[in-house]
């Protein structure tokens, strides 16, 4: 059972422009949130989390909004750069144990 | 401040064989925890110590298993590996508790089974 969803496995933006990456869950225990990026041959690096009771984090060029009805979170870049293309991962929490990660999705900035 | 560091980098081992992975955590944080992550997938957790004990285990079978050591360092143990344990293997520290959750990863060892 996938509890956390990342339906897309590739985006494409142009530069300068928003990235905007889609993330679903099906746990309702979920209590924290966090979006990683992965360049290859490299671990995974924390970019923003987000914790239930709140609906938007904001980190610079970086925003998590939390849609907990929907089960829906999102994370867009603005304005998007080169150096974002990576791989993203969503991930969520429950009790501050371990992170449940989604499949991924490959963004590719273009010049 | 030193970040995670994992050793190997890269291993190759045969089916049947027994593998151990080390992981540095990063300074100040006394809890570990290690993921698996297969090809085109994201990352799926093992298990997690938290001061030297256990605090948590993912679905993998008892052939996985681990240890941390009094500098909060860790060692993950294969034994009787599988093809399909083929994969990149995480570690990750943290420095505990629900103020905490965000987790640092290591770069990774790349274990191929043959």
């Known amino acids: 059972d996938q509890q956390v969803k990342q339906n897309s496995p590739s985006l494409s933006v142009q530069e300068g422009r928003i990235s905007i990456l889609n993330c679903d869950y099906t746990n309702s225990m979920f209590d924290y949130f966090l979006w990683y990026k992965k360049y290859p041959a490299e671990g995974p690096t924390f970019l923003i989390s987000i914790s239930s009771i709140k609906d938007k984090n904001e980190d610079g060029r970086f925003t998590v909004f939390l849609n907990k009805s929907a089960k829906h979170l999102s994370l867009h870049i603005v304005p998007s750069q080169p150096g974002d293309s990576a791989v993203y991962f969503c991930a969520a929490s429950e009790g501050a144990q371990k992170l449940v990660f989604g499949q991924g999705t490959r963004l590719t900035i273009n010049p | 401040e030193t970040g995670v560091t994992q050793s190997p980098t890269h291993l190759i081992k045969t089916r049947g064989q027994q593998v151990t992975l080390r992981c540095s955590s990063q300074?100040?944080?006394?809890?570990v925890s290690w993921y698996q992550q297969a090809l085109g997938q994201g990352p799926q957790f093992i298990f997690q110590?938290?001061?030297?004990?256990?605090?948590g285990r993912g679905n993998f079978p008892p052939r996985f298993s681990g240890l941390q050591f009094p500098n909060y360092s860790s060692e993950l143990n294969v034994n009787a590996l599988e093809l399909d344990d083929s994969a990149l293997y995480l570690c990750?520290?943290?420095?505990?508790?629900?103020?905490?959750?965000?987790?640092?990863f290591g770069q990774g060892t790349r274990l191929t089974v043959v």
């Open positions: 300074s100040g944080h006394n809890t």
């Open positions: 990750a520290s943290s420095s505990g508790g629900r103020q905490n959750i965000e987790a640092f």
């Open positions: 110590y938290y001061r030297e004990e256990e605090n």
